[in-house]
């Protein structure tokens, strides 16, 4: 096996591994970084974010407003420690993107634009029409081809990390193209691989975000933190599950019932704002989890609109007009209209919440280190807490940054503390990599269908690990998602091709999904409480004195996850009731 | 085994056949061969005009042969068509922008066609049309 | 939902086992309102997992699934099987070398896009601390389409230059140099147009269009390959036809 020697191996080049990468670079120029994604950067899944990203700009917002914000709609979950550090860093790094080109809307005397957000105190969210992600990203691969010092692999595919004396080493990978087996030495690696939302079928994720780097590290010892909460966008086109922006409601548009009654109000968000006058932390500017949730009681009640795609609401932008929605929302004008053939100028379009994003991920500290020496982590996979029980919109395109560029600085801390290594320590471990893929290749008793098996992972998720959940349910989740562990050891793969093959991909995808989803299950299991995107229908409190906790899942092989938990760190903001309703019932 | 990239090579005598884009794109590069010929005509005329009056009568004679209305005729066709694509262009290589909006892609092209047709105007009255 | 069956004829080559391309027939079952990419996972899904492709974001943004329908350069994820009544043909990006089945290999246009410096060029970086560069909308808008090029390489497929000589640097990679050229931030043009207004570069270009009718994100890189050229021309004039010109 074929052996790069390098400083900092960066696995992922998303958002969060392109600001790591060019960080790496600007900091330390000496520093060799080898940045590996198993797509080139430009696919990497930031590209689909839409709305915008948070950082106070404006005179008549402030550190607080922002903090309070993300710690209430966090429900309390969130490391106040790290919302601290996250709120001062957020203008600079999004000015810093500024000075890199990113194209941000703005204002007639050339100052950048904001925009309101749900569960957003002050209009603060930067933006680049409904494409913020997608410059966000692009700006960031563009400015990093400036660095010589950052070698990029592109298409390969991160299989282990590389662990010696409890510290991570490095990692193994396979060149996509080839099928050859590569083993990355490194003082430090960062974990920037994104998210695991395929695990559910009906999600705004991209096919790639199948938790990858996650299962990399917890398989390597490192615990996972907090991955029960799944957040629902409410609002997803019903047949593709396509993303329509938070900023469709920040710019005023209204959801409705099939009586046309903005059903928010009912659900503790009311009283109902005027029309095109959309009023911040109020009514469709409320929350993620509250939204999704009210959508599950009005399906409950029957008053949702039935479609060809099934039970919807319906989201009504027509009073913004044609120029607004051409001006501020043109993908999601796009999308609705080819997608779902509804002109979103014309009619309301039907929606219902979809899976989006993983508030939950591998354990970090404010400083982005996992508690596995040498290993750091960023962006979606990871959890340093800042988005507690549930994110805010437009808080995570920011998180990439910040802690994408927190993880090189602590990783540039660490190099200087580690002891030498005589390369050939780590071939035993790699081998063990090059054993696990060559099992796949010589298996003939392969009798499970990748496919078949990911058809039931996905299902069990949808039933029983959905907006609402229960112990009858999320057990019935847990065992599944266990059976199909173990049933998974016996898939099959068809395609015996080196080049380029997909069929191996999609089940070493599947097997990160697994592990990922069996955290999920057994986390949500044991948290008998109801918090932000977490909600029990037997447990319908929150319940602070005994889970105002992290829950910490821990891989035992085979066997089903160790869980166990720690304390939030609170500062400054003692759990307290979210309002979202205007008159601050 | 392992890579063997597969090359596709293009046909270089044959590969604008392969789409009608391409096509219409080889029509207007062949158009340009008739609006050379005719810049060469002109030149033949000067020369025939310098050569003396019996030189020039015999050339204007030449000009009403069957073969040269033809030319003409085809020549003619072949620089509007050229010169439809060249006053299209002019909207993409000439965007207008005024304040955030820029000036509509129609009207710059348009703007052509008009001084286009004020300019064939002006030179039709001067060799006494009207 | 209206269903209807959807034959596809699908370009294979696996090195391992192939010398030469091939059409592989697959009959499917479909939504009628399902794009060609969704037709392709119920293939690989149910009929045969060893077609490869790559895909992901499903909303003509992350450009990873570029291929040839019909002969056209489209993204599988953004084209309608409702305007494919007949067999579907589908093939790897032209001009692009095939890995695999349809999978190409983009090293080409990673190259020459990072030729091109695509990124903002200050003679003195600005501190964080003095906040942003002042753009007004309208300077914002002198650029913003040429930024929303997504690097799918259907216009690379599309363009019969790259296709012929493939040394030209290519319509998105130029259209890119454009953009940070109009950039208010930038000050880097002169550097950008060593590589731009070359033989490979803008002078490569025989303007005949298909970028930009294929472009999926309308971008229009013909029109911003056209402007580089009176950028150039004018360049040149300045600098050797006037006294004492620098450009």
């Known amino acids: ?585 | 085994m392992s890579r063997r990239p597969l090359i596709r090579e293009v046909p270089p005598a044959s590969w604008f056949f392969r789409h009608p884009r391409y096509l219409r794109y080889m029509a207007r590069e062949v158009t340009s061969v008739f609006v050379g010929a005719y810049c060469v005509l002109l030149v033949i005329a000067m020369q025939r005009l310098a050569a003396g009056p019996i030189a020039w009568q015999e050339f204007l004679v030449a000009l009403r042969s069957p073969v040269s209305i033809i030319f003409h005729l085809l020549a003619m066709a072949a620089a509007f068509y050229h010169a439809g694509t060249w006053f299209n262009a002019t909207q993409k290589a000439m965007p207008l922008q005024i304040g955030e909006n820029f000036v509509p892609g129609s009207y710059i092209s348009g703007a052509h066609y008009l001084v286009w047709a004020v300019l064939s105007l002006v030179v039709l009255f001067f060799a006494g049309v009207f | 939902m209206k269903e209807r069956l959807v034959q596809l004829d699908v370009l294979r080559y696996n090195p391992d086992t192939d010398t030469e391309a091939h059409f592989q027939r697959y009959e499917v079952m479909c939504q009628e309102e399902w794009v060609v990419l969704d037709a392709l996972n119920k293939v690989k899904e149910s009929i045969d997992p060893t077609l490869n492709y790559r895909w992901s974001c499903h909303m003509a943004v992350c450009g990873s699934c570029g291929m040839m329908i019909n002969g056209e350069p489209k993204l599988s994820c953004h084209t309608f099987l409702r305007d494919y009544p007949g067999v579907i043909r589908v093939e790897p990006l032209t001009h692009f070398p095939v890995e695999r089945d349809l999978v190409t290999a983009p090293d080409d246009f990673m190259e020459k896009l990072k030729r091109v410096k695509p990124y903002v060029i200050a003679k003195q970086k600005k501190p964080i601390e003095e906040g942003e560069y002042k753009q007004t909308p309208a300077q914002l808008m002198k650029f913003r389409q040429y930024s929303m090029c997504i690097n799918c390489m259907l216009c690379y497929a599309a363009c019969p230059e790259y296709g012929l000589t493939p040394h030209f640097v290519g319509p998105a990679a130029l259209t890119l140099a454009h953009r940070y050229n109009l950039d208010s931030r930038d000050e880097g043009r002169k550097e950008r147009m060593e590589v731009v207004a070359t033989k490979e570069g803008v002078w490569e270009c025989t303007f005949v269009g298909a970028c930009s009718e294929v472009c999926p994100a309308q971008v229009d890189p013909a029109s911003a390959l056209q402007q580089l050229k009176i950028v150039g021309s004018i360049d040149w004039i300045v600098e050797h036809l006037l006294p004492g010109g620098k450009p």
Not at chain 1, 123 to 143: E, M, N, P, V, Y
Not at chain 1, 225 to 230: I, L, N, P, R
Not at chain 1, 353 to 367: K, L
Request: proline share 4%; hydrophobic share 40%.
């Open chain 1, 1 to 585: 096996m074929e052996t790069v020697s390098t400083d900092v191996v960066i696995v992922g080049a998303g958002g969060a591994g392109l600001r790591a990468a060019i960080a790496l670079a600007e900091t330390a120029p000496t520093l060799r970084i080898a940045l590996i994604s198993k797509v080139y950067p430009m696919r990497s899944h930031t590209c689909a974010a839409e709305g915008g990203a948070a950082g106070v700009i404006k005179p008549d917002d402030s550190f607080d407003f922002h903090f309070h914000d993300t710690v209430g709609g966090g429900d309390w979950l969130s490391d106040q420690d790290c919302v601290e550090y996250f709120i001062h860093e957020a203008p600079k790094e999004l000015l810093q993107l500024e000075h890199w080109g990113c194209p941000w809307n703005r204002e007639a005397d050339g100052s950048v634009a904001v925009r309101p957000f749900g569960g957003m105190k002050k209009q603060r969210t930067w933006f680049a029409a409904d494409k913020s992600g997608f410059h966000i990203l692009h700006t960031l691969f563009q400015t990093s081809l400036q660095f010589p010092s950052i070698t990029r692999f592109d298409e390969y595919f991160g299989l282990d990390l590389l662990m010696h004396d409890g510290r991570c080493r490095g990692i193994t990978a396979m060149e996509m193209r080839s099928g050859e087996l590569r083993q990355f030495h490194a003082k430090a690696v960062i974990i920037a691989g994104g998210g695991a939302g395929r695990m559910f079928p009906f999600s705004t994720n991209g096919a790639i975000k199948t938790g990858d780097g996650i299962a990399m590290a917890y398989r390597a010892g490192a615990p996972l933190k907090d991955m029960e909460f799944v957040q629902y966008h409410p609002t997803g086109l019903p047949n593709t599950g396509s993303l329509l922006t938070e900023a469709c409601r920040g710019e005023g548009g209204i959801l409705t019932n099939k009586h046309g009654r903005r059903y928010l109000q009912d659900y503790g968000m009311g009283p109902e704002t005027p029309v095109g006058k959309p009023q911040l932390k109020t009514m469709e500017l409320g929350p993620r989890d509250r939204l999704s949730q009210a959508y599950w009681h009005e399906l409950q009640k029957g008053n949702t609109v039935s479609t060809q795609w099934g039970e919807c609401v319906l989201l009504d932008m027509r009073h913004l007009g044609a120029k607004k929605i051409r001006e501020r929302l043109p993908l999601v004008h796009e999308l609705a209209e080819s997608y779902l053939g509804v002109d979103i100028i014309k009619d309301p379009v039907p929606i219902r919440p979809v899976v989006h994003y993983m508030m939950g991920g591998i354990s970090t500290n404010t400083a982005a280190a996992t508690p596995l020496p040498g290993l750091f982590a960023a962006g979606e996979c990871a959890c340093v807490s800042l988005n507690g029980a549930n994110r805010l919109g437009s808080n995570s395109l920011v998180e990439l940054l910040v802690f994408g560029r927190r993880a090189a600085l602590s990783a540039i801390d660490y190099l200087q503390t580690v002891p030498a290594l005589d390369a050939s320590s780590l071939n035993a471990a790699a081998d063990t990599t090059r054993q696990r893929i060559e099992a796949l290749y010589n298996r003939n008793d392969g009798v499970e269908s990748m496919s078949g098996l990911r058809r039931e992972m996905m299902d069990t998720m949808e039933k029983n690990v959905g907006i609402y959940r229960n112990e009858a349910g999320l057990q019935e989740g847990v065992n599944k998602i266990h059976e199909l562990r173990a049933r998974y050891t016996r898939v099959k793969l068809t395609d015996r091709s080196r080049v380029f093959n997909t069929d191996l991909f999609q089940i070493l995808e599947l097997g990160s999904m697994l592990d990922c989803a069996e955290a999920v299950t057994v986390g949500a299991l044991a948290r008998r409480e109801s918090r932000g995107a977490h909600q029990r229908l037997d447990y319908v409190d929150r319940d602070d004195t005994n889970f105002l906790r992290h829950t910490m899942v821990h891989r035992q092989g085979a066997d089903l996850p160790r869980v166990d938990y720690l304390d939030v760190v609170i500062t400054r903001s003692p759990p307290g009731v979210r309002d979202y309703s205007g008159d601050h019932k």
